[in-house]
T-cell receptor, first 117, second 111 residues
Framework: GAVVSQHPSRVICKSGTSVKIECRSL??????MFWYRQFPKQSLMLMAT?????????EQGVEKDKFLINHASLTLSTLTVTSAHPEDSSFYIC?????????????FGNGTRLTVT | DAKTTQPPSMDCAEGRAANLPCNHS???????VYWYRQIHSQGPQYIIH???NNETNEMASLIITEDRKSSTLILPHATLRDTAVYYC????????????FGKGTTLSVSS
């Protein structure tokens, strides 16, 4: 089945630094990738939609200058949390839609646990 | 996208069938029903999806009512590893948009 790989799985960083999270589709091309975050005991919240070769679309309330998204190829999207603060500590999850078939199920990475100290 | 309603929690004995209901009374004709589950501290896992016919795969069966206003996910022989949060999501196929997650149903399977 389709595999989405996220790296790193866990990261701890100091307040004020930046962290980059990678999302790769390993065995399919993905023109669109989605980024979510999940706080403890809550559901996944969509942050942004990432389209290959164009600017990402951010959900209301998500700061585009803080959460930089780059989707430079059909198999890789990155999320950079800039000037991280403790309140950015969360579980970040990406998903990707195979290029073929809008009804194809989205596939998810295993998430990145970010802790900002 | 149409909204879904699921019970917050359900219990199931190991080896028995787990039947997880979902109401989606405002579903439109071009919306599919998707089921995902999330085991603690992992990304969501795709289970099954359907439009109007019942579907079955190696993981589960999906029963959609004739009026499409509700559906049931069936795990035929639940195991302890099926303990997870199960999400029922309806999605407009034309949009190719993200999945929007509700609160889901926490299924607890016990021995």
């Amino acid at each position: 089945g389709a595999v989405v790989s996220q790296h790193p799985s866990r990261v701890i960083c100091k307040s004020g630094t930046s962290v980059k999270i990678e999302c790769r589709s390993l065995d399919f091309q993905a023109t669109t990738m989605f980024w979510y975050r999940q706080f403890p005991k809550q559901s996944l919240m969509l942050m942004a939609t990432s389209n290959e070769g164009s600017k990402a679309t951010y959900e209301q309330g998500v700061e585009k200058d803080k959460f930089l998204i780059n989707h430079a190829s059909l198999t890789l999207s990155t999320l950079t949390v800039t000037s991280a603060h403790p309140e950015d500590s969360s579980f970040y999850i990406c998903s990707a839609r195979p290029r073929t078939g809008v009804n194809s199920p989205l596939h998810f990475g295993n998430g990145t646990r970010l802790t900002v100290t | 996208d149409a909204k879904t309603t699921q019970p917050p929690s359900m219990d199931c004995a190991e080896g028995r069938a787990a039947n997880l209901p979902c109401n989606h009374s405002t579903i439109s004709g071009n919306e599919y029903v998707y089921w995902y589950r999330q085991i603690h501290s992992q990304g969501p896992q795709y289970i099954i999806h359907g439009l109007k016919n019942n579907e079955t795969n190696e993981m589960a069966s999906l029963i959609i009512t004739e009026d499409r206003k509700s559906s049931t996910l069936i795990l035929p022989h639940a195991t302890l590893r099926d303990t997870a949060v199960y999400y029922c999501i309806v999605r407009d196929y034309q949009a190719g948009t993200a999945l929007i997650f509700g609160k889901g149903t926490t299924l607890s399977v016990s021995s």
